[in-house]
């Protein structure tokens, strides 16, 4: 079974930068797409990106282009959400999951517990 957990959360200014990492457990993220979200307090769960195993990026949140970028360690079996230029709406819990294909197919298995990223100054 896969297990994900992500850390680097944390309080930045609006501008500053934050990486956040999933770290896996019992499967080789290199056979999986790995996914970004986020929730909001109040509001739905939210795609962030996605990386595929052949390190294809799609974007769900178009607020996110431009700043965000994410990137894999397939050694470390990890992968990094790298933020940039933050602002105070990405203020949220951010999550890891897997998806169920190579490719970024929108169909999610594994979660992880989430860490909270608040942008405020």
């Known amino acids: 079974q896969v297990q994900l957990v992500e850390s680097g959360g944390g309080l930045v200014q609006p501008g500053g930068s934050l990486r956040l990492s999933c770290a896996a457990s019992g499967f080789p993220l290199a056979y999986r797409a790995i996914a970004w979200f986020r929730q909001a307090p109040g509001k739905e769960r939210e795609g962030v990106l996605c990386i595929s195993s052949s390190d294809g990026i799609t974007y769900y949140a178009d607020s996110v282009k431009g700043r965000f970028t994410i990137s894999r360690d397939n050694a470390k079996n990890t992968v990094y959400l790298q933020m940039k230029s933050l602002k105070p709406e990405d203020t949220a819990v951010y999550y890891c999951?897997?998806?169920?294909?190579?490719?970024?197919?929108?169909?999610?298995?594994?979660w992880g517990q989430g860490t909270q990223v608040t942008v405020s100054s």
């Open positions: 999951a897997t998806d169920l294909r190579y490719t970024c197919s929108g169909t999610f298995g594994s």
